[in-house]
């Protein structure tokens, strides 16, 4: 079976760009995560769907970032503008149901120059 | 919330059971305890989770304390592979879906 799947693997962009990550969750689940990871603050949970709805984005920094899940099999999170504080690496992992166990994809390394 | 702790970093020979340690004293009575690992530059993976009783499948073992403040991670044959930060994990709050990663335990397994 297919994983997480995300794109792009590696994004750098000027500042002030806008930011498009992508992500394809595991078939027939129905909770998808937004991830974000630095070296000084470790790995934090941004905004988390259930059946393609927004239930808790109390993680997303500030108003530059949002994320959509148009359908089952596709979500992305954006940023704009982007600014050099936004370099990560962003996850997406999805779980069957709640509390099930997460699968993650293996990121998408973003620099904001 | 309930919070992890873990040592920061192990050592463990090739060949030999790795115990990876986790405190979660604050934990509440219908929590799991997750295990994932993150091998450098890859999403963390998912190992393990119990409840209760103790578990094992075909990467490790998960031992819980009967108080259920503690558990220990069980690798039973460490291969050079095996090294990576390991992450316990319980959940923030009275939400199933919210994680608290915190900094885990970087294993270094050593020939």
């Known amino acids: 079976d297919a994983g997480v799947i995300q794109s792009p693997r590696h994004e750098v962009t000027e500042m002030g760009q806008e930011v498009t990550l992508r992500c394809k969750p595991i078939s027939g689940h129905d909770y998808l995560f937004w991830y974000r990871q630095t070296m000084m603050r470790g790995l934090e949970l941004l905004i988390y769907?259930?059946?393609?709805?927004?239930?808790?984005d109390s993680g997303m920094p500030e108003d530059r970032f949002s994320a959509k899940m148009p359908n089952a099999s596709f979500s992305t999170l954006k940023i704009q503008p982007s600014e050099p504080r936004d370099s990560a690496v962003y996850f997406c992992a999805s779980s069957l149901s709640q509390g099930q166990p997460q699968h993650f994809g293996d990121g998408t390394r973003l620099s904001i120059l | 919330d309930a919070k992890t702790t873990q040592p920061p970093s192990m050592d463990c020979a090739e060949g030999r059971a790795a115990n990876l340690p986790c405190n979660h004293s604050?934990?509440?009575?219908?929590?799991?305890v997750y295990w994932y690992r993150q091998i450098h530059s890859q999403g963390p993976q998912y190992i393990i989770h119990?409840?209760?009783n103790n578990e094992t499948n075909e990467m490790a073992s998960l031992i819980i304390t009967e108080d259920r403040k503690s558990s220990t991670l069980i690798l039973p044959h460490a291969t050079l592979r095996d090294t990576a930060v390991y992450y316990c994990i319980v959940r923030v709050g009275d939400n199933f879906n919210k994680f608290y990663f915190g900094s885990g335990t970087k294993l270094n397994v050593k020939p």
């Open positions: 119990g409840l209760k």
């Open positions: 769907f259930n059946n393609n709805v927004p239930i808790d």
């Open positions: 604050t934990i509440s009575g219908n929590e799991y």
